[in-house]
């Protein structure tokens, strides 16, 4: 079974350029959240949607940050424009909610590595 | 607010040794509890959770934690180290319903041949 798929793994680009984070997630899962982890704050949820809808974005550091989820498929995460405190890894991660279920495990991707110089 | 706290940013072990990376949490509801591990250039994988039931809960690799509600504390122990460890861990805390993760720092763990 493919697991979350994210694209680019790796990215360089310059301060001020627009940065776009791509996200499959798992194939009938309905939660989606973004992280984000660096050696000083460690891992950080940013926002997570369920059913396509924001949830909660108390996360996103900025305006500049925002995320998107036009179907159940496909997500993505935009910086624009982007500073080099913005170079982390950023992961995607997805999972089933069923009502009345608690503590359901979230599936990671491998992580897109943002570098801004 | 819940939060994690996982003592040791480090821990180094020698092969063939017992592991133990500690978790504690603070929280006001009946936590669900996970422990990831992140190899080197890689994304999160499970390790084991706790959500109901049995305290001392299995997982893969030989893992397993005990969820201990009166330290609240949920460990994380291997009776013997292979190199193949070596890794960061992460536990981890959810309320429940919909909202994602709320992560410890990280240990990293060191396994010395």
């Known amino acids: 079974d493919a697991g979350v798929i994210q694209s680019p793994r790796h990215e360089v680009t310059e301060m001020g350029q627009e940065v776009t984070l791509r996200c499959k997630p798992i194939s009938g899962h309905n939660s989606l959240f973004w992280y984000r982890q660096t050696m000083m704050r460690g891992l950080e949820l940013l926002i997570y949607f369920n059913n396509n809808v924001p949830i909660d974005d108390s996360g996103m550091p900025e305006d500049r940050f925002s995320a998107k989820m036009p179907n159940a498929s496909f997500s993505t995460l935009k910086i624009q424009p982007s500073e080099p405190r913005d170079s982390a890894v950023y992961f995607c991660?997805?999972?089933?909610?069923?009502?009345?279920?608690?503590?359901?495990?979230?599936?990671f991707g491998e992580g897109s590595w943002l570098t801004v110089v | 607010a819940q939060s994690v706290t996982q003592l040791g940013s480090h821990v180094s072990v020698s092969e063939g040794a017992l592991v133990l990376l500690r978790c504690n949490y603070s929280s006001s509801v009946p936590p669900y509890l996970f422990w990831y591990v992140q190899y080197p250039n890689q994304g999160l994988q499970l390790l084991l959770k706790?959500?109901?039931?049995?305290?001392l809960v299995k997982g893969i690799n030989g893992f397993e934690a005990e969820f201990k509600k009166s330290e609240t504390s949920f460990h994380l122990t291997k009776p013997s180290a292979h190199m193949s460890d070596a890794a960061e861990y992460f536990c981890?805390?959810?309320?429940?319903?919909?909202?994602?993760?709320?992560f410890g720092k990280g240990t990293h763990l060191i396994i010395q041949p």
């Open positions: 991660a997805s999972s089933l909610l069923l009502m009345g279920t608690r503590g359901n495990t979230i599936y």
């Open positions: 706790y959500t109901t039931g049995a305290t």
């Open positions: 981890a805390y959810s309320g429940g319903g919909a909202d994602g993760l709320t």
